[in-house]
């Protein structure tokens, strides 16, 4: 079988699924499955960094987390800018897949979304809790998310598929490379700082510092408005 032959059945398989499940279960199950799609944004994992950083200081758990971000970051937007691919609601004009929420802008393949729950599910649950059963449920909630992605007209299966593998890649990077160098770079930072470092509690600097209140309550705000900057300029077009 020749590739282009091969590309278009696994096509033809990703239009059949994707019309069959596109807003299945009604406005309820589409409701749930926009809470589970949350999780998949950079939104949670932007605000854990900041949290691990700022609030509650663990040069640990910040430096893996942020080398899954940043490990995403590089491989998914490569390989998104790379392929290319049109979302299902942009190529199908004449076939009624229907976007609940907000379109997306980015191109289709693969999913950020099944990459942030599939390597971050892995991490919490081998690496740093290291429990199979949480593991496991991670990976389940991952599945739901991915899911979501097609059920919501935003992605289609081989998307999601990818992106979960792709999710276990950045899990291996970020384990084995990225990770401990982020660690070993904070060490190093941490050697030459000028200021006492409080680890794993709360900082002091939230109640006796106001300008660091005020900073650590302008980067959570910047996350947040980030997240809803889109949102807003959808708002702002349909008006």
Known sequence: ??????????DQWDQKIILKYNGLGGKFTTFILKVFSFFGRETLWLCLMAFYLLIWYDPFLLSFFSATFLTGVMLILAIKQAV???RPFERHEMIKIIVFGRKPTSRSFPSWHSYNVVSNGLLIG?????????????????????????????????????????????FLLTLYLIGPLMFNLLSYLEQVSIYQIQYRQLNSMLVNSIGYLLLTLSIFFIIFLLALIKTIKDFVKKE
């Open 126 to 170: 081998l690496f740093f809790l290291n429990s199979p059963i949480i593991t496991i449920l991670f990976l389940i909630g991952a599945i739901i998310v991915s899911f979501s992605r097609i059920q919501l007209g935003v992605h289609y299966p081989t998307d999601v598929i990818f992106g979960g593998i792709f999710g276990g890649v950045g």
């Open 1 to 10: 079988m020749e590739f282009k032959e091969f590309s278009n059945l696994v």
């Open 84 to 86: 290319k691919r049109d």
